[in-house]
Nanobody, 121 residues
Framework: QVQLVESGGGLVQAGGSLRLSCAAS????????MGWYRQAPGKQRELVAT???????NYADSVKGRFTIARDNAKKTVYLQMNSLKPEDTAVYYC???????????????WGQGTQVTVSS
């Protein structure tokens, strides 16, 4: 059973910083891309940033220059450093990992439970 556990969300003033972490555990044979998505009230879930197993990164235009995604493959953990936060960054942030649970299994997507980030003006 694969689990993704997020941490690091909270309340911060505009201009502040937060660091999110997401650790994968359980039966994992190999890990591919990992990423962060977010969903604000009344809006669809959107991509924030992704990182491949080779550390190639991709960012939504709205966070470029402010957010940095990184991963530690040995710890099966992905991070999201968020700087210069804005009220419009307020959302539930979800961790995603594409991985293969066991030999002979196909790659599949797993999601964390979400962590709330609130940026006050």
């Amino acid at each position: 059973q694969v689990q993704l556990v997020e941490s690091g969300g909270g309340l911060v003033q505009a201009g502040g910083s937060l660091r999110l972490s997401c650790a994968a555990s359980g039966s994992i044979f190999s890990m591919n891309a990992m990423g962060w998505y977010r969903q604000a009230p009344g809006k669809q879930r959107e991509l924030v940033a992704t990182i491949t197993s080779g550390s190639y990164t991709n960012y939504a235009d709205s966070v470029k220059g402010r957010f940095t995604i990184a991963r530690d493959n040995a710890k099966k953990t992905v991070y999201l450093q968020m700087n210069s936060l804005k009220p419009e960054d307020t959302a539930v942030y979800y961790c995603n990992a594409n991985l293969r649970p066991s030999v002979g299994w196909s790659n599949r997507d797993y999601w964390g439970q979400g962590t709330q980030v609130t940026v006050s003006s």
